[in-house]
C-alpha cells in the first residue's frame, strides 16, 4: 500500500526561544517497490523526515499513513510499525553488540517471539541478501572490516522483513572500498527483494548510481521530486540549494557549453562513456565518407 506523506509539519522545542522548523507542508507518496534517493544538506529535513515514516516522531501537523496505519491515531501499533519499516541509523556498527554475528542478526526476529526454526531461516535469509556466507555466523562482528559490520547491521533489520528499508547514510566514514561494496550491496538487495528503499545521501555519485527516483529537501521541503535524469539536469538549482550535481553532470553541461551535441540528461559514468564513443564513432564514420 505504500507511505503517504500529507501536509506534514514538525517544530523542535515549540514554544521555547530555541524553535525551529524542521518540516514544512511536506506531502509526498511512495510507491511499493520504489528506489528513492532522499537528498539535502544539513539541517534540510531529512533525518526528521524518516523518522516520522516508523514513528520514531509523531506529527504535529498533517499525517504519515504507512500501509494503512495512520501513525497519529490513537492505539497504532509501534512496535508492527517498526517491523514493517526498518530504520538503519547513520554508523549502524556502532549498534552492533552481541559476541557473534548469528546473535546480533537474530536478536531483532528472537524479540518478535519467533519459534527458533523461523528465527534461524530469517537470519540465514538476510544473510544471502548483503552478500554474508554462512561461514560469517560464528565469526565476531567486532573483527570484520567496517563494510562487513555495516552489512550485519543491515542484516539485523533485514531479518524483521520490513516492507520498508531506510538507510541513512550507509557508505558514511567507509573507505572507497567499503563504500563501493556496501552500494553494491544495497543496489543487489533492492533487486533481489523489490521492497521500497529510502537511501538518504548527501553524495550526489552513490544517489546517482543506485536510485531511480530522487527527492531533494531544502530548508524543511520537498524542493524537487522525480526521476534521477530530471533531478540532477538541474544543476544550477541544486547548487544555489548547496547541492551539487554529480561530476559526470557537470562534465556534461561542460561539454554541451562547448558544442559537443551530448545528452544533457547523462549523469553516470557508464552512459557519459557510452555517449561519447558513440559521437567518435559517428564523427570517424562522417569523415570516412
Known amino acids: 500500500m505504500g507511505i503517504s506523506i500529507k501536509n506534514l509539519e514538525y517544530v523542535y522545542m515549540q514554544g521555547s526561544p530555541f524553535e525551529k522548523k524542521a518540516l514544512s507542508d511536506v506531502n509526498l507518496e511512495i510507491k511499493d517497490g520504489e528506489f528513492i534517493g532522499l537528498i539535502g544538506h544539513t539541517g534540510s529535513g531529512k533525518s526528521t523526515l524518516i523518522q516520522h515514516l516508523n514513528g520514531l516522531l509523531k506529527p504535529q501537523t498533517g499525517e504519515v499513513i504507512v500501509n494503512g496505519k495512520n501513525t497519529t491515531q490513537k492505539g497504532v501499533d509501534l512496535k508492527e510499525l517498526r517491523q514493517e519499516v526498518g530504520l538503519v541509523f547513520q554508523y549502524p556498527e556502532h549498534q552492533i553488540f552481541e559476541d557473534t554475528v548469528y546473535k546480533d542478526i537474530a536478536f531483532g526476529p528472537k524479540n518478535m517471539g519467533l519459534s527458533e526454526q523461523e528465527i534461524d531461516e530469517r537470519v540465514k535469509e538476510?544473510?544471502?541478501y548483503v552478500g554474508l556466507e554462512e561461514s560469517f555466523c560464528n565469526l565476531s562482528p567486532f573483527e570484520l572490516s567496517g563494510g562487513q559490520k555495516r552489512r550485519v547491521a543491515i542484516a539485523g533489520v533485514l531479518a524483521m522483513r520490513?516492507?520498508?528499508?531506510?538507510?541513512?547514510?550507509?557508505?558514511?566514514?567507509?573507505?572507497?572500498?567499503?563504500r563501493e561494496e556496501i552500494l553494491t550491496q544495497i543496489r543487489a538487495l533492492y533487486l533481489n527483494s523489490k521492497m521500497t528503499v529510502i537511501l538518504v545521501s548527501h553524495s550526489m555519485e552513490d544517489v546517482a548510481r543506485i536510485a531511480s527516483r530522487i527527492i531533494v529537501m531544502n530548508r524543511g521541503t520537498v524542493a524537487m521530486d522525480g526521476k534521477a535524469d530530471k533531478i540532477f539536469s538541474r544543476a544550477d538549482e541544486l547548487r544555489k540549494m548547496g547541492l551539487d550535481a554529480p561530476q559526470i553532470s557537470l562534465l556534461v553541461s561542460e561539454l554541451r557549453r562547448r558544442g559537443l551535441p551530448i545528452d544533457a540528461n547523462i549523469y553516470t559514468i557508464e552512459r557519459a562513456k557510452a555517449a561519447i564513443m558513440l559521437l567518435a564513432k559517428e564523427k570517424k564514420g562522417a569523415q570516412t565518407c
Open 162 to 178: 520490513p516492507s520498508t528499508l531506510i538507510l541513512d547514510e550507509p557508505a558514511a566514514g567507509l573507505d572507497p572500498a567499503g
Open 126 to 128: 538476510a544473510m544471502s
